[in-house]
């Protein structure tokens, strides 16, 4: 009969922790993805006036929600870790390219905290993957097509 060392018990743990943070930080990330699509896509006056303020048409607001909403489909969805590949670049430049938006029209700096734990989301997100959820996971499937949750 074998016998489960506290080492393994520890590693067991660090797993578990690893997978509930990644879970945590995505669900996270996938939630403002989803609200923040649904309010650009219907341009609510508190997105819109911010977008103004910033230099740029409303109607670029439509195509960065359906972007968003996207991205998170792409995220919560198991399999097809290229395409979450894409997803997690994807939203790494929306939000960058908004925080890079208000440092350079020095407009509405308030929101320079949230775009940035938002970008520290992302990081965690992808940084915490489980295996198959990479591209070349340990599924023995193809890395370019769906693979395994």
């Known amino acids: 009969m074998a016998t489960v060392t506290s080492s ?3 590693s067991a743990r660090a797993v578990r922790a690893k997978l509930v943070t990644y879970w945590i930080a995505t669900g996270l990330l996938a939630a403002e993805l989803v609200l ?17 303020h910033l230099g740029y048409p409303t109607y670029f607001l439509v195509l960065l929600g359906i972007w968003k909403l996207l991205g ?3 995220l919560l969805v198991p399999r097809f870790p290229l395409l979450k590949e894409w997803a997690y670049a994807g939203v790494f430049f929306v939000f960058s390219g908004a925080i890079v938006s208000h440092l350079t029209t ?16 992302i990081a965690a ?13 340990s ?9 395994a949750p």
């Open 36 to 52: 923040g699509g649904i309010w650009d896509i219907l341009r609510i006056p508190l997105v819109r006036d911010v977008v103004s």
């Open 72 to 74: 998170a489909a792409a």
């Open 125 to 137: 997100s992808w940084a915490l993957r489980p295996p198959t959820r990479r591209v070349g996971g």
């Open 8 to 10: 393994q018990t520890r």
């Open 106 to 121: 020095g407009k509405n700096l308030h929101e320079l905290g949230f775009l940035f734990v938002v970008l520290v989301l």
């Open 139 to 147: 599924t023995g499937g193809p890395t370019s097509g769906p693979v």
